[in-house]
């Protein structure tokens, strides 16, 4: 038969994980794991950098589709300046000759 301090500790060890993930994954203003994207400036996006400002997104996604054709990977992002293609700093001249046809 199992001793009561097992119990006991088994019931603790669960409360404090309890705990952690209440506040870990609690509240939108608490959450250390999800938090909402935030849009920046077009600088602002590490490795990658913009090689074209389409007017819409429909543009964007039609130019990305040409770069994606072209073995360049691209990503449409929505920054405060409006709508960027954006590409890995080294495939940058590569992707503005692609566009540029």
């Known amino acids: 038969m199992p001793d009561w301090r097992s ?9 404090v994980l ?6 870990a994954f609690g509240g939108r203003s608490r959450s250390l794991v999800e938090r909402r994207a935030r849009q920046g400036h077009d600088d602002e996006y590490g490795l990658m950098v913009a090689v074209a400002s389409p ?5 964007g996604e ?4 040409r770069l994606l054709d072209a073995g360049i990977r691209a990503s449409l992002v929505t920054t405060s300046d409006g709508p960027r293609l954006m590409v890995l ?3 940058q001249a590569r ?3 692609v566009l540029a046809r």
């Open 18 to 23: 309890a705990l952690l993930l209440r506040w």
């Open 55 to 59: 007017g819409t997104f429909v543009e």
């Open 95 to 97: 992707a503005r000759q």
């Open 89 to 91: 700093e080294p495939d």
């Open 62 to 65: 039609v130019a990305r589709q």
């Open 7 to 15: 119990y006991l500790i088994s019931l603790l060890v669960l409360g």
